[in-house]
Each structure stands twice: as structure tokens, then as C-alpha cells.
């Protein structure tokens, strides 16, 4: 009887080890991604104007495309991968059109999550830095700000991220210079970090400025839910580069009115500087979003864009060919995620 218990007992610690090496061993595979198109006209000049905002994508006037993206991520265990590929427009602004395989590749990367509170990040991946993303279903507003336009939109390199607490959060960076997603031929290199406490983030970022860099950034990005109904997003950055450069803020307030019906408002102020030179051009910005979801996967975006810029008469020209320091823009956009 003795042995009998005994061997019951290793049979079942063999079923147990087993099961755990399974859990640990466990392959999930997942595939995501959207596709997003637009109308946009232009309405304090004409639509064959040629003229758009000085922002990134939904820059066209009539009914154009945005970008498709296929994001395959693989899991086993405690390592996994990420590849999003991604094309049209948006994906070629995005990736330089020809900096990785013909700007197909957005991002990849692999990943070890070293242990529950450390993870290593090793390829290219999404900036860490600003309030907006690439991928329009990501965003409240289709058209995307100045401050996320000036900035870098991808890195290559590795990254750290630590959970220091349950609100405290960690991430270092070394990287290929600003936007220099393939190979870096100067051997420099950038660095960041990221201070988070309660989705609240301060981002630092520094390379030479040589060569097209970026040079020195500092950003906060964060916001706060002021009722159930009514979220207030933050976005402020100051860059300079050997005295030269941009800073900026922006509000996000947004309100849902339902489920599937909110709107939302951007009001950006950004502004170039430069230690030699005065009254530099600045631009208020302000944009009114509405965004409708269609059985959880079609948003519609319907958007009122109008830009002010100070110092800068000629920014745009209106209908009869005259200098003009304004443009407004309608657009509605139709964005399908998976």
C-alpha cells in the first residue's frame, strides 16, 4: 500500500510538472490591423489649391486613402515577436517610403519578458515619445498635430521597460540616431527614457543633432478621467537642437455622449525657435472631432480642422490667389480595425 501511495504521488507530481511546462511553453499567435480612407475639402480656398497643413498624413483634398496594417504577433513562453506591416500613404510618411524594404515594415521586434517586472525590447518600434500614434483607429482625431508630426515616429534599437510599482514604471533606450530605422553608417547613437507614474509620462530623448538628428526632447504626455463621461488628454514638448528648434502644448478634451458617439477637440499652439533669430512663425491649431463606432470595428471620424498661423502671411493662400495666415479643412473618414 506504501508503494502504492507512493507511486500515485510521483505520477501525479509527473502530471503536474508537466502541465506547468506546458503553461509555460504556451504558443498564442494573434492577427490585427485596420484600414482607413478619407474625403477631405478645403474650405477657405479651393480644392485644387494644392495646399494642405503642415502636418503628417491626411494631406490629400477629394477622396483618398490613408494606410492598411497587418500586425502578426507571436507568443511562446516568455519571448515573443512583432511584425506590422503596413502600406498607402500614411505608411509611407510614416516609414520615409524607403528606409526598410520600400516603408513596408512599420515595426519589429522581439521581446523577452525577463521577469514579471522586466521586459527587453530588441528592433524597431513606434516612438515612445507625444500624445498621437501612426495608426489612425489609435487616435481621436484623424488629422495628426504638429508636435507629433516634428517629432520621430519609429526607433531602432533596444529598450528596457521596468514596472517599479504598481503606478511606477520605468523604460530606457539606446538607439540608431533620430529616424535612421535601418542602419546607422556614422556610428552615433540616441537615448531615451521614460519616467511614468498612473499613465501620467515624461519622455526624454537626446542624440548628437548631427547629421539630421533630432538633438535634445523633452515631452509629458498624460490626461486624466474628469467624470465618467469627460477625459482631458495633455500633450507639451520642448526640443532644441544647437539652439534651434520647436516647442508646444495641447489639449485633448473629449466627451462621450453614448456608447458609440463621442467628440473630441485639439487645441494645439506650436511654435519654432532659434537663438539667432526672431518672431519665428507659430500656429494655433484647432481641431473638433466626432467619432462614431459601427458595431465595435467601423469608426467614423467626421472633422473640422481650421490653422492660424502668427507671423507667417504667407503660410497658405485663399480662393482669390491672395497670402493668407489661415486654413480650414472638413474631412469625414471611415476606419475599419481588426
Known sequence: MKQLFTLTLLLTSIVLTAQDSEKTTEKKF?????????YQTLLTTSDDSGQSFGTAFANQTGFAFGMGNIIASYESGKVGAVLDLVTGPRGAGATFSNDIV???????YAYWNVSESTTLTFGRFNTFLGYEVIAPAVNFNYSTSYLFSSGPFSHMGLKADFALSDDFSLMLAV??????NNTSTTG????????????QYLNLYYDSGNNGGLGFEIDYTGGFDLSDEFFLGINAAYNDNDGSGFY???????????KDFSIGLRAE??????????????VFATT??????????????????????????????????EDASSLAAFTIAAIYQF
Open 288 to 321: 473638433l472631432t466626432g467619432s462614431y463606432t459601427v458595431d465595435s470595428n467601423l469608426i467614423i471620424k467626421p472633422e473640422i480642422r481650421f490653422d492660424s498661423w502668427s507671423n507667417n502671411d504667407a503660410a497658405y493662400f485663399d480662393a482669390d490667389g
Open 248 to 258: 508646444g502644448a495641447a489639449l485633448y478634451p473629449q466627451y462621450g455622449l453614448n
Open 102 to 108: 520600400d516603408g513596408i515594415i512599420n515595426q519589429a
Open 175 to 180: 538607439m540608431n540616431p533620430w529616424d535612421t
Open 188 to 199: 552615433e547613437y540616441s537615448f531615451g527614457a521614460q519616467l511614468g507614474y498612473s499613465d
Open 269 to 282: 499652439y506650436f511654435s519654432l525657435h532659434d537663438k539667432d533669430l526672431d518672431d519665428l512663425p507659430s
Open 30 to 38: 494573434t492577427l490585427s490591423g485596420s484600414i482607413d480612407a478619407y
